[in-house]
């Protein structure tokens, strides 16, 4: 088994799948996978793939034109999820749809579609979550800013959503746990960039403590809850856990 490895970002998957197809070592004897790997496998080979932008635009193209551009979503989507064999099930997507062409995102009771389909759903409706309950407070040099720690990483579906909603107003969404940020100067196109944990800190120790909208909305949290009607599992429902510590009602 010839197990292929790269970098966990777009144009190394897609680098990835270029180098294991023209390698021609035949579909069931090789693996895909993104680093790092935590546990080497006995018996197989690994060959690390670096990102070359031309055979990236080469795999896009064939997948825009074999396949559908419904498809390039659904694996561009699937490409930013957390599961480790994200790339593999990717991979089989994709020597599924040369044969199968367009009809194969419907074929949905094939396993290497069924995967890739999973994907979309969990990633999607990630980001879904984050667009109702992401809260922005202002820093001090009257940026708006919020902290997310989502589990995929979701931040290329979010930024769109609030540089529709707002924008003319400068503000930031921060992925804590990838140490990225999506950055939106008023009245231009946000753009993606990386930050270091020091980056971050700072950041976060410029927050406007006299923010008025923060009281604001703690108030209006508290005065139209209903203390007889308090149902805590309903809640978790509508509103899990993992949301709240970085949601502005529920800090100290």
């Not at 010839?2 to 799948?17: A, G, L, N």
């Not at 070592?25 to 790997?37: A, D, K, V």
């Not at 309950?133 to 001090?140: A, G, K, P, Q």
Request: net charge neutral.
């Amino acid at each position: 088994m010839v197990v292929f490895t790269c970098k966990d970002d777009f144009e190394s998957m897609m680098t990835c799948i270029y180098d294991a197809w023209s390698a021609r070592l035949g579909h069931s004897n090789i693996r895909l996978q993104t680093e790092p790997i935590e546990m080497p496998e006995l018996f197989c080979q690994y060959c690390y793939v670096e990102a070359d932008s031309e055979k990236t635009q080469k795999v896009i193209r064939s997948i825009q034109k074999k396949i559908s551009m419904e498809a390039y979503k659904f694996i561009y989507t699937a490409a930013m999820s957390c599961d480790t064999d994200k790339l593999d099930k990717i991979y089989r997507f994709v020597v599924t749809g040369f044969s199968a062409g367009s009809r194969v995102t419907s074929m949905h009771g094939i396993p290497a579609v069924s995967s890739v389909f999973e994907l979309n759903r969990r990633i999607t409706n990630e980001a879904h979550h984050f667009k109702e309950f992401i809260r922005f407070s202002r820093l001090e040099t009257q940026v708006l800013y919020s902290v997310i720690e989502p589990q995929n990483n979701v931040l290329t579906l979010i930024a769109p959503y609030f540089s529709d909603r707002m924008p003319s107003e400068n503000w930031m969404v921060l992925d804590r746990n990838r140490n990225l940020a999506a950055v939106h100067p008023a009245d231009q196109n946000y753009f993606l960039t990386s930050l270091s944990q020091k980056e971050l800190s700072f950041i976060e120790g410029t927050k406007d403590c006299q923010d008025p909208y923060v009281s604001l909305w703690k108030t209006f949290f508290f005065f139209f809850s209903v203390e007889a009607r308090t149902n805590y599992r309903c809640q978790r429902n509508f509103l899990p856990l993992k949301f709240r510590k970085n949601m502005t009602e529920f800090q100290p």
